[in-house]
C-alpha cells in the first residue's frame, strides 16, 4: 500500500520492475494493492493495481483514482486497506510504504499513518524523515509490540546505508557519536560561493533541480539538518530528540568573504550537523564549522554528504554519498522492502533495535 505517490514512489514502483528477478530470488513477489494521495485520488484494489501505469498517468496529469474515491484522511484509507487485505497482514505480508510530505513542525501525518498501519497488522517502510525524527521511540515500540518491521533508511542520505549498515553490521558496538554534512543544498550553495556565484543563484539552481525546498528556509537555516540529525540522534544515540531540540544555525549570514579568508587559511565551512552522547544526554547540533582541509568533511563538493560514525570498539568510520536521486531514495524503500521478506522468511519477530 502506498501512501504517497509523489517523485520518490513512482520511482520507487518502476524499480519493483526493474529489480523483479532479484526479488524473487529473495523470494518475493510484489503487488501494490493501493495507492494514496492528496490531490490525485486513491485506489484500493486487493487483487492489485497497475502501478507503473498509474504513474505515468500522474506524470501526464491525471489521478489514480476517482475523486470520489478521495474522502476521509490517508489514515482511514490506510484502515480500510488493512481490513480489505487482512488474511495478508495476518500473515505478515502487507506492507505500508510512506512517502508522504515532510512536515517539519510536528511530523504529521506521516506519524498517524505509520500508527494505522502498524495498528492495521502492516509493516512500514518510509523515507519521510518526520516518524523518525519525531517519534522514532514511540514507533519502534509499537511496532515491536506489533511484531511488524518499522524501516526508515530513505530519511537520511537517500539510498546509502547508514541505519541499515549500523543495525546490521555492529554487534556489540556503542556508537558515541557522530557529524557530518547531510544536506545538498546548503554545501552546493557553499561550494557554488567559493566558486564566486552568488548565494541566491546557487540557491536557485538547487530550487530549479528540485532538490532545494520552495521554501529556501528549510535548507538554508538548517531546519532540514536538524530533522536528519534529530533522526540519526534517536536512531544511533537512543536520543529522544525533535529537530526543534537540536541546536541550530543555519548558513544565511555565511558571505563570500568569509568563505574566501576561510580559504586563505586552507580551510573550508561546511554546514556540519552532530551529536554526541555525554552521560545519559545526547547534545545534537547544526551549525556553520571552518574546518582544515584534511578533514574529510572538509573535502566534499556540491551535493556531496557524508557521516563520521564514532564507536567505542571501531574508533571513528564514514560513509560518504557522491551521487543522489530519486532512484537512489527509491532503492532505499527497495532494500527496506527486502530486509522485512528476510525477516518473514526468517521467521523471527523484528527486536526492537536500541543503542
Ligand atoms: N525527493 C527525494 O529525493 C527525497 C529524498 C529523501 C527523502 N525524501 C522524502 O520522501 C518523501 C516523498 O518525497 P517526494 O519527493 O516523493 O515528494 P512529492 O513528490 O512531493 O510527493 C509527496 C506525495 O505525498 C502525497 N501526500 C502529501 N500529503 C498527503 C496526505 N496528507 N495524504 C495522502 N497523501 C499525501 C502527495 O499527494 P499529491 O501529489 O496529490 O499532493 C504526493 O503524492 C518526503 O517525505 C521527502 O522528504 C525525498
Known amino acids: ?5 509523489g517523485n520518490v514512489a513512482r520511482r520507487f514502483v518502476r524499480l519493483l520492475e526493474e529489480k523483479r528477478v532479484p526479488l524473487s530470488l529473495e523470494g518475493l513477489d510484489t503487488r501494490v494493492v493501493g495507492i494514496a494521495t492528496r490531490r490525485h485520488g486513491r485506489v484500493l484494489s486487493p487483487g492489485g493495481v497497475d502501478a507503473v501505469m498509474l504513474a505515468g498517468r500522474v506524470e501526464s496529469g491525471g489521478a489514480v483514482g476517482p475523486d470520489t474515491d478521495t474522502a476521509g484522511t490517508a489514515a482511514t484509507f490506510i484502515r480500510e486497506a488493512a481490513r480489505r487485505c487482512a488474511a ?122 528540485g532538490i532545494a525546498e520552495a521554501d529556501a528556509s528549510f535548507d538554508v537555516d538548517g531546519w532540514d539538518a536538524a530533522a536528519k540529525t534529530a533522526a540519526l540522534a534517536n536512531v544511533l544515540l537512543g536520543a529522544r530528540l525533535t ?10 549570514d555565511i558571505t563570500a568573504d568569509r568563505l574566501d579568508t576561510a580559504r586563505a587559511g586552507g580551510r573550508r565551512i561546511k554546514l556540519v550537523a552532530s551529536a554526541e552522547r555525554s552521560g545519559r544526554q545526547v ?16 573535502g566534499l563538493d ?46 523471527s519477530a523484528p527486536r526492537r533495535w536500541r543503542r
Do not use: C
Not at 529537530?243 to 544565511?252: L, S
Not at 545534537?284 to 568533511?297: G, T
Open 1 to 5: 500500500v502506498l501512501v504517497g505517490f
Open 88 to 209: 495478508a497482514a495476518r500473515q505478515h505480508r502487507l506492507v505500508v510504504v510512506e512517502t508522504t510530505t515532510l512536515d517539519i513542525a510536528r511530523g504529521q501525518p506521516a506519524i498517524r499513518h505509520v500508527r494505522a498501519a502498524l495498528a492495521g497488522g502492516a509493516h512500514v517502510i518510509t523515507a519521510n524523515k518526520g516518524p523518525v525524527a519525531f517519534a522514532y521511540r514511540a514507533l519502534a515500540q509499537a511496532a515491536t509490540r506489533a511484531d511488524r518491521s518499522f524501516l526508515f533508511e530513505g530519511a537520511v542520505m537517500d539510498g546509502i546505508p547508514i541505519f541499515n549498515l549500523a543495525r546490521e553490521t555492529l554487534p556489540a558496538a556503542t556508537i558515541t557519536g557522530f557529524r557530518g554534512v547531510v544536506n545538498s543544498t546548503t554545501n552546493y550553495i557553499l561550494t557554488s560561493m567559493e566558486n564566486g556565484e552568488t548565494f541566491d543563484a546557487a540557491l536557485a539552481s538547487m530550487q530549479r533541480a
Open 243 to 252: 529537530p526543534a531540540g537540536v541546536e541550530r544555525e543555519g548558513i544565511r
Open 283 to 298: 547534545r545534537a547540533r547544526v551549525a556553520p564549522m571552518e574546518l582544515p582541509s584534511d578533514d574529510l568533511l572538509a
Open 302 to 347: 556540491g551535493q556531496q554528504n557524508a557521516i563520521i560514525v564514532q564507536t567505542d570498539v571501531l574508533g571513528e568510520f564514514a560513509v560518504v554519498q557522491r551521487g543522489s536521486g530519486l532512484t537512489q531514495t527509491a532503492y532505499a524503500l527497495l532494500a527496506d522492502l527486502i530486509t522485512v521478506g528476510r525477516r518473514m522468511q526468517r521467521g
